[in-house]
């Protein structure tokens, strides 16, 4: 059975950003995720953790100014100090958190500039070394351009052959299935091959980006799926309710309780 977090940016919106822990864990999810913390105190955050029994299973490192449009920065040649500076100050989150799992974001760039390119593998290298040091492993997650117009790191096969040639052992893929089926399809196949660099799963509806009950993708074949393969990870639960995050929690019931 796989090990569900709540992501807390998209899940539980009816309440206040700190509320939505009480509310996940009520809901019986035993993990979270969310996009970024740094607008509250890494104590408020751990405190409401450890209030609630919660893991924390992954969050972002900073993306830049996300309400200029900014999604990361790792492939802006010229923002790599700001970015390193942005790492220490999520391993201080980490640390608070016990947060093993971290998510390095691209930025937009175009995917076939030598220099974008050049730029996105030296501060992932960086970044995995830096974030291995503290004993956390970073993830790289393919987005689809549709969602994120522009998103640098917008193709599996790219990531894939990154994490391969730089060979480091904490740095692994984030692989949001509902990303992948926008993108390429043939999620099964994809699981099945790339599970040994699989640091985080996401799951959603397709197209929509609801519950994961409907539309597409065989969710129930998925889940299995990945129990088939032995993964022993988080999924990531990164969709936006269709109604209120309660009432479309019925997929769920069979997996409500199991410890993260
Ligand atoms: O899929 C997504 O959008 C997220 O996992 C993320 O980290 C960036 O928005
Ligand atoms: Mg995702």
């Given at each position: 059975m796989p090990k569900f977090a709540a992501n807390l940016s998209m899940m539980f919106t009816e309440w206040s950003f700190l509320d939505r822990f009480a509310a996940a864990a009520d809901a019986g999810f035993a993990a979270v995720e969310f996009l970024f913390?740094?607008?509250?105190s890494a104590d408020a955050i751990a405190a409401q953790l450890q209030r609630h029994g919660l893991t924390q299973a992954l969050f972002n490192l900073p993306p830049g100014d996300w309400g200029k449009g900014e999604r990361g920065m790792a492939a802006l040649p010229s923002r790599l100090s700001e970015l390193q500076a942005g790492v220490e100050t999520a391993l201080i989150y980490a640390e608070a958190t016990g947060c093993r799992r971290l998510h390095l974001m691209a930025g937009i760039a175009p995917a076939d500039d030598a220099?974008?390119?050049?730029?996105?593998r030296e501060a992932v290298a960086w970044t995995a070394g830096r974030v291995g040091e503290a004993g956390r492993t970073l993830v790289l997650e393919?987005?689809?351009?549709?969602?994120?117009?522009?998103?640098?790191l917008n193709d599996f096969a790219y990531a894939e052959a990154l994490i391969t040639e730089l060979a480091l052992p904490n740095l692994r893929?984030?692989?949001?299935?509902?990303?992948?089926?926008?993108?390429?399809?043939?999620?099964?196949?994809?699981?099945?091959?790339?599970?040994p660099m699989i640091g985080h799963i996401q799951i959603a509806s397709v197209p929509s980006r609801h519950e994961p009950d409907a539309e597409e993708v065989n969710y129930p074949f998925l889940l299995a799926e990945l129990d088939r393969l032995g993964y022993d990870g988080f999924v990531g639960c990164e969709y936006r309710p269709a109604g209120h995050t309660v009432d479309g929690l019925g997929w769920f019931k069979p997996h409500r309780g199991i410890l993260a």
């Open positions: 913390p740094y607008e509250y220099k974008a390119r050049a730029a996105y393919p987005i689809n351009g549709r969602d994120m117009p522009g998103y640098f893929l984030q692989f949001d299935i509902y990303h992948r089926a926008i993108m390429h399809g043939d999620v099964t196949m994809a699981l099945r091959r790339l599970m």
